[in-house]
């Protein structure tokens, strides 16, 4: 089912086409990049934090992994996520299915560094069955960003 929000914020980007309804649940990186044929670290993983007793959401790679050190140095708090039972009340949208569009406009919203290394990404549209295909620049266009930044780590391509 198309979460309606997240449909219609992506119709008037001109983006509605993106978005994608799987048969199976994409609940996980593993599950969400079997079900849209892609490499795990396409998948753009949506967390939610609480940075200042407020939410903040950061989007990376499925391969990237929080660092504390380099999060702190952003947020000057330790990665504290949002506890499961409160996503729903805080972002509007169930776990596995938290998505950088159609976010409360009180949340702010940053982009890892981990996935300009890819042509697309494929985040949540709203629930657990459906994704986006996005260039990491339209993402960051279209979401009202903070910005980039550097939280992740596991990801770094060998030099």
Known sequence: MINVKVKEFLDNKGLGDRLTEHSETIDTVEHAAQQIGCTEPEIAKTLSFIVDEKPVIVVMAGDG???????????????????????VEITGFQPGGVCPFAVPEDIPIWLDVSMKRFEYVHPAGGNEFTSVKITPDELEKITDTQGWCDVCKGWEEEA
């Open 65 to 87: 992994k929080v660092n504390s050190s380099k999060f702190k140095s952003v947020f000057h708090t330790k990665p504290h996520m949002i506890p499961r039972e409160q996503v």
